[in-house]
C-alpha cells in the first residue's frame, strides 16, 4: 500500500504528509532544545558565578561560519531541484554534507582540548550544561549527515522514479537542517561569548 | 512557498542575500561581545542579534515567511509552550529566593 499524499497536498491542510510531518517534529524538537536552554537558564541565574572565556570563540565562530554556508547549499540544493538542474543539486547537496563534517570534526578537535585539560562535563556546571546542549547538536548534525548520505547514496535513485517525492524528501531534510542551524544560532552566543 | 521554476530563480538571490547579512551578523555579534559590556546588555544584544539571525533562517531559508495556515498554528501553540518551558523554571527559582 502506498503512503497517501507524499507528493499531493491534503485537502485539509494543504501540505504533504511528509512536510506537515517534518515540522510537527521540529516542534517537538524545540520543546527538546527549549527544556534544555531552560535549564541553562535556571543553572545561570542560581549561580553565584559563571566562568567567562572557557571556550575558543574562534573555533566557535568558524563552526558558526561553517554551518550557516551549508544552510545556504542545502536550500540551494532543493531550489536546484525545483529549476530541474540535478548535477548541480548533487553538488550542493555534497557540499552541505561535507560542510556538516569539518563541522564535527571541529567539535572534535575542541572536546579533545578540553578533555585532555580535564574539563570534562563532570569539571563544574558550565562544562555540564555545554556537553549536554553541544552533544546533543553534534546528534543532530550526525542525524542529518546520515540522510545526507542516503539521499546522496541508495535514496537518489527516486529522483529517476518519482522526481517531485524526491524534491519533497530535498524539502524536509532541509527543514530539518535549517533547524539545526537555527539552535546553533542561540548556542554560539550563549555558551561562547556571554 | 514557490514551485514555479521561475519564482525559486528569483529566490536565489533573497538566499544569498541572507547568507551575506547572516555573516555579517555574525562578525558583529563577536565584535560586540569584545566589548564588555554589562551582563544584562551584553545578554540583550547577542539575543537580539541572534534572534534576528534566527528569523532570517526561518523566514526565507525554511520559507516560513508564505506558508500555509497549518504550519503557523502549529508553530504558534509550540511558541505558547515553549514560551512557559522557559520561564516555569525562573519562576520557581525566584519563588525559592522570596521564602
Known amino acids: ?194 | 512557498m514557490h514551485s514555479d521554476p521561475a519564482e525559486v530563480k528569483k529566490s536565489v538571490r533573497a538566499y544569498m542575500t541572507v547568507f551575506v547579512t547572516l555573516m555579517v551578523f555574525t562578525v558583529v555579534t563577536v565584535a560586540a561581545s569584545r566589548f564588555h559590556f554589562a551582563v544584562p546588555i551584553a545578554i540583550t544584544i547577542a539575543l537580539i542579534i541572534a534572534a534576528m539571525k534566527g528569523s532570517m533562517v526561518a523566514g526565507v531559508f525554511m520559507h516560513l515567511s508564505h506558508e500555509r495556515r497549518a504550519i503557523y498554528g502549529a508553530l504558534l501553540l509550540t511558541l505558547v509552550f515553549f514560551i512557559v518551558l522557559l520561564f516555569i523554571p525562573v519562576l520557581g527559582y525566584l519563588d525559592r529566593v522570596r521564602y
Do not use: C
Open chain 1, 1 to 194: 500500500m502506498n503512503i497517501p499524499y507524499t507528493v499531493e497536498e491534503r485537502p485539509d491542510t494543504g501540505l504533504t504528509n511528509g512536510k506537515f510531518g517534518i515540522w510537527l517534529f521540529l516542534a517537538s524538537e524545540v520543546m527538546l532544545f527549549g527544556a534544555l536552554f531552560s535549564t541553562y537558564i535556571l543553572l545561570r541565574v542560581g549561580a553565584e558565578e559563571w566562568p567567562h572565556a572557557e571556550l575558543s570563540v574562534l573555533l566557535g565562530t568558524i563552526n558558526t561560519i561553517i554551518l550557516i554556508s551549508s544552510s545556504v547549499t542545502m536550500v540551494m540544493a532543493w531550489a536546484s531541484l525545483k529549476m530541474n538542474n540535478w548535477g548541480r543539486h548533487h553538488l550542493y547537496l555534497a557540499l552541505t554534507f561535507l560542510l556538516a563534517l569539518v563541522f564535527l570534526v571541529n567539535k572534535y578537535f575542541e572536546y579533545s582540548e578540553h578533555f585532555a585539560k580535564g574539563e570534562g562535563p563532570w569539571h563544574n556546571t558550565f562544562f555540564a550544561i555545554y556537553f549536554t546542549l553541544t552533544g546533543l547538536h553534534g546528534l543532530h548534525i550526525l542525524g542529518g549527515m546520515v540522510v545526507m548520505a542516503y539521499l546522496l547514496g541508495p535514496g537518489a535513485g527516486l529522483w529517476k522514479r518519482n522526481p517531485e517525492q524526491f524534491t519533497n524528501r530535498i524539502e524536509a531534510t532541509g527543514l530539518y537542517w535549517h533547524f539545526v542551524d537555527l539552535v546553533w544560532i542561540f548556542l554560539f552566543p550563549v555558551l561562547y561569548l556571554l
